[in-house]
């Protein structure tokens, strides 16, 4: 059974910065991506950023190229998210979650097999 556990989120004012953890577990993960997406109030979920476990490919989405960094602790099984120069449109619960293969910026919602229960980020203007 998978589980990713999440953990780094709080509040923080813009311009600040704050790291996310996903520590998973229940399973080899050599052939899965992680990613992580967020979701707004009132808003979809959608796609943040994105590392291949083997080789570490990365990919971000446009809102947070130069300002987020994804990495990983293949040792520790645990993904981070490095947020840099937060601003307000960045406050969402941010959700760790893996697949088999890649996880791109197009990847529908629905094609993510596993999630995080996630954990509230909130930037104060």
């Known amino acids: 059974q998978v589980q990713l556990v999440e953990s780094g989120g709080g509040l923080v004012q813009a311009g600040g910065s704050l790291r996310l953890s996903c520590a998973a577990s229940g399973r080899t993960f050599s052939s899965y991506s992680m990613g992580w997406f967020r979701q707004a109030p009132g808003k979809e979920r959608e796609f943040v950023a994105a590392?291949?476990?083997?080789?570490?490919?990365?990919y971000y989405a446009d809102s947070v190229k130069g300002r987020f960094t994804i990495s990983r602790d293949n040792a520790k099984n645990t993904v981070y998210l490095q947020m840099n120069s937060l601003k307000p449109e960045d406050t969402a619960v941010y959700y760790c979650a893996t697949r088999i293969g890649l996880i791109l910026p197009q990847t529908p919602v629905n094609a993510v097999a596993y999630w995080g229960k996630g954990t509230l980020v909130t930037v104060s203007s």
């Open positions: 590392i291949r476990w083997s080789g570490g490919s990365t």
